[in-house]
């Protein structure tokens, strides 16, 4: 009699050990999931989205030298605009592979405009864009920075055209559209 007690005792023990054990496995579970959707809530929150759904979504903290956000997930750095895309489509970016702008929008992190190229796309999507190099360092340049924003300034506040400042600078009309309508210089 006190052998079946014993050992039923014995096997309630085990039992409540075992529940204990399950129950610590999924708070642990709940726990990793829990802090995962508070990361992605706090990256997304990151962003500046007041524009709409369609437009950029503006990168607000730190961005390296290129222009590109610098964020943080799960105790390892990342691109922001990269994080984005891995967050969106919940997998990872294939290996060596780039994340293009359709905007041109280095801080932009909006899904919709992000596309995964090859290295060699992604060469190409910049000389299309002119972003690299830019303006005096691109070799071609015939104006400094300081003349770019000198004909930003006269064209926002006098009566100069695009064919006079053209002439007074020595360069094409289009070259001074592209300047006035920050096609190109957009970095100052
Ligand atoms: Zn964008």
Same mark, same amino acid.
């Given at each position: 009699m006190i052998i079946c007690v014993v050992v039923v005792l014995l096997k309630c023990i085990t039992i409540c050990l075992v529940i204990n054990e399950a129950l610590k496995k999924l708070t642990g579970l709940f726990f990793i999931l829990h802090s995962t959707k508070m990361s992605e809530e706090r990256f997304w929150n990151n962003l500046d989205r007041t524009e709409g759904e369609n437009k950029c979504w503006v990168w607000k903290l730190s961005c390296n030298s290129e222009g590109y956000g610098n964020a943080c997930f799960k105790g390892k750095r990342i691109k922001a605009h990269r994080l984005a895309f891995e967050l969106f489509h919940k997998r990872k970016i294939i290996e060596g592979m780039f994340i293009l702008h359709s905007c041109d929008n280095? !801080? @932009? @992190?909006n899904p919709f405009h992000l596309r995964e190229g090859t290295p060699k796309e992604n060469m190409n999507d910049k000389v299309l864009r002119n #972003?690299?190099? #830019? =303006?005096?360092? +691109? =070799? #071609? +340049? !015939?104006?400094?920075e300081v003349q770019v924003l000198e004909i930003r300034n006269k064209y926002a506040e006098s009566n100069w055209t695009y064919t006079r400042l053209g002439t007074e600078y020595g360069v094409g009309q289009s070259t001074i559209s592209y300047i006035i309508n920050r096609k190109r210089w957009t970095h100052i």
């Open positions: 280095c !801080k @932009c @992190c #972003r690299q190099p #830019r =303006g005096e360092t +691109s =070799g #071609r +340049s !015939k104006l400094t």
